[in-house]
């Protein structure tokens, strides 16, 4: 046992079972406090809690080994009915949990020095009293009762009438109605390190590039030879391993994906804890947990759905008094779901509380001089909602209040830039807030290869993420409209900005077209359209940097050459953002109007 603090590899596999052994235990308690005549689930907690004690024993860390052995003994004495569940009894499980995990990760940072875990500054001896005090105030174990119990039970058990040989030999050959697979099932799984699979995703990237460059010269040397057999076989094996590298991108991709309830095991727990230091009720509903996405987005989307659901709590479900006199339920009610839809995930997270005042934004926003009184005015309510996210916002009232929420909406946005998501908010006073956030469920296979959309614009080809791209509409040249100088088009009920990104690459546009080709892009909160000449399709294409002699272009995140071997750059949405809101200034029908940040936050 004392061999494996002395094994790198040995404790880091200990602690990589010792986080899941933590998180299926903090599952189980969340299930117990939803229920509490389920003491079933006692058990179960007890046949997790007791390979964990386990774990820790073989790196004699004996904090968390007496930690666990209370924990059990409420486990036990509540399997056996001698102790009744009820909230405080829950809150100390998780108050054990939450120093379990404090001890855990004394762990992980000492792992180079195991047996010093006195230097792990972490005092469990209040835990410990509180556990010791509740089985003192257990019932009395009454022997007499279960001997009384063992008796029935033996009782239970002898045999009610007897079979003679030949009743007994037809039971014996009996057939077994079990089906063929029946108890053969068995789930086979290995722990595999994250940066081999990122490095087999690496490989499979190199391998759709030479997959071009084989497809590519085959058709080159089809046209040379076209009646040449061996070039005929040539492009047959061509066509047969694209088919092959996107079964094994998917395959790659499916080993990274992990359910979102690894994500929402984390709620309960922060929802409990902050709605009663609030002194609010609130009904936790989680939704979709058995929806995959990669892991890598669901550690970067974990700290903006916690900052939403805080927000949520704190300032949107009202206490008990206020509902009550809204004629509201006391118990305010949060619910959090995830949905595929495609190549995407729909995380919601909504409440019932008090909305967004609209006007409190529009007040507070002029007063912190984030836009001016003129520019409030022709602002559209999506326009002023959405000034939440912004960096120097707040709708907050008390300095610590204001700090808090800026932070945390800023973060959200961010966080959800970085992964190419969009989210939307849709609000009504008085009912509650709803905040939708669509992210891919997959990250590229690598940063070299995305799914695009080749656009035309004048003669020169462009490719769009499609992680990016909304929607594609045409509209009449007579429907764009100008609002305060800005160009816009009204698609699906929204007053869209549009831009020419013509006028910033210096090339001439098509003032004949009369009808418009609008590519509905976001990122984040922001949608604008841009205008383009041509649509070509989709694809995917190779993304190349430009490299230090060209150096970073606003805008431009790469390129990638074609089939037909002719150059295409690969637009970046954000850069492009960037762009029109730094120069402030579209042209529509030969003249330059103003555009800036809120008129792009759609």
């Known amino acids: 046992m ?23 235990l903090k599952k189980d308690i969340a299930k117990l406090e939803q229920n509490y005549k389920a003491t079933q689930k006692a058990e179960e907690l007890l046949s997790i809690a007791h390979p964990l004690k386990g774990s820790f024993a073989a790196v004699d860390f004996e904090k968390i080994k007496t930690l666990i052995h209370e924990m ?19 809150v100390l499980l998780f108050e054990s949990l939450d120093y379990l995990k404090m001890l855990k ?114 058709n080159n040397l089809y046209n040379q030879y076209p009646f040449d057999e061996t070039v005929d076989e040539l492009i047959g094996i061509s066509n047969r391993i694209p088919v092959l590298i996107n079964e094994l991108q998917d395959r790659i991709m499916k080993t990274r994906m992990i359910s979102v309830q690894q994500l929402f095991s984390r709620f309960p727990g922060m929802v409990r804890d902050l709605s009663l230091s609030l002194n609010k009720e609130i009904d936790l509903v989680l939704e979709g947990g058995e ?70 934004i529009k007040q507070s926003a002029i007063e912190k001089m984030v836009i001016t009184e003129q520019e409030a005015d022709n602002m559209t309510e999506q326009q002023l909602i959405n000034l939440i996210f912004h960096a120097d916002f707040s709708a907050s ?23 190419n998501g969009i989210i939307d908010v849709e609000t009504c006073p008085g009912r509650g807030t709803k905040f939708i956030i669509k992210l891919p469920i997959k990250l590229p296979l690598t940063l070299a290869i995305l799914k695009g959309l080749l656009v035309k614009i004048s003669n020169e080809t462009y490719a769009l993420p499609m992680d990016n ?69 989709n694809q995917e294409v190779v993304v190349t940097n430009l490299g230090s002699y060209i150096g970073k272009v606003e805008g431009i995140s790469g390129a990638t050459i074609l089939g037909d071997r002719s150059v295409a750059c690969i637009l970046d949405v954000v850069g492009v953002a960037n762009i029109v809101n730094n120069r402030q200034a579209s042209k529509i029908n030969g003249e330059y109007l103003q555009i800036n940040d809120e008129e792009l936050t759609q």
């Open 2 to 24: 004392a061999n494996i603090s002395e094994s790198p590899e040995m404790l880091e596999a200990l602690i990589r079972e010792v986080e899941e052994q933590l998180q299926l």
């Open 72 to 90: 059990e003994n409420i486990l036990d004495k509540i399997r056996r009915g001698l102790v009744e569940i009820s909230e405080p009894i829950i």
């Open 105 to 218: 990760q004394g762990l992980d940072s000492d792992a180079n020095n195991i047996k010093a875990e006195n230097a792990i500054d972490i005092e469990i001896t209040s835990v410990i009293s509180k556990l010791k005090e509740i089985l003192s105030q257990s019932k009395p174990n009454d022997n007499n009762s279960d001997t009384a119990e063992n008796a029935e039970v033996e009782q239970k058990n002898q045999t009610i009438f007897m079979l003679d040989e030949k009743q007994q030999e037809r039971v014996n050959q009996a057939p077994d109605h079990k089906t063929e697979g029946e108890g053969k099932k068995v789930v086979h799984t290995v722990r595999v390190d994250i940066d081999h699979l990122e490095r087999m995703m690496e490989l499979v990237g190199e391998l759709v590039i030479e997959q071009i460059r084989i497809a590519q010269i085959s």
């Open 291 to 360: 929806t995959e996405i990669d892991r890598t987005i669901m550690e970067e989307i974990s700290d903006p759905l916690i900052h939403l659901i805080r927000n949520a709590i704190i300032y949107g479900i009202e206490n008990q008094e206020i509902r009550k006199k809204l004629g509201k339920p006391e118990k305010g009610k949060l619910r959090i779901a995830a949905l595929p839809e495609d190549s995407n995930v729909i995380i919601t997270v909504e409440d019932d509380g008090a909305g967004i005042d609209v006007q409190k």
């Open 397 to 419: 009232q008390n300095a610590s209040d204001v700090s808090d929420y800026r932070v945390r909406m800023d973060i959200v946005r961010n966080h959800i830039e970085r992964l």
């Open 469 to 537: 791209v909304v929607e594609i509409v045409r509209k009449p040249k007579n429907e764009i409209e100008s609002i305060n100088g800005q160009a816009v088009a009204v698609i699906r009920d929204r007053a869209i900005p549009l831009v020419w990104l013509h006028d910033y690459f210096g090339v001439p546009r098509d003032e004949e077209r009369k009808n418009m080709l609008i590519v509905l892009v976001g990122i984040a909160e922001k949608r604008f359209g841009l205008v383009v000449d041509e649509l070509i399709g």
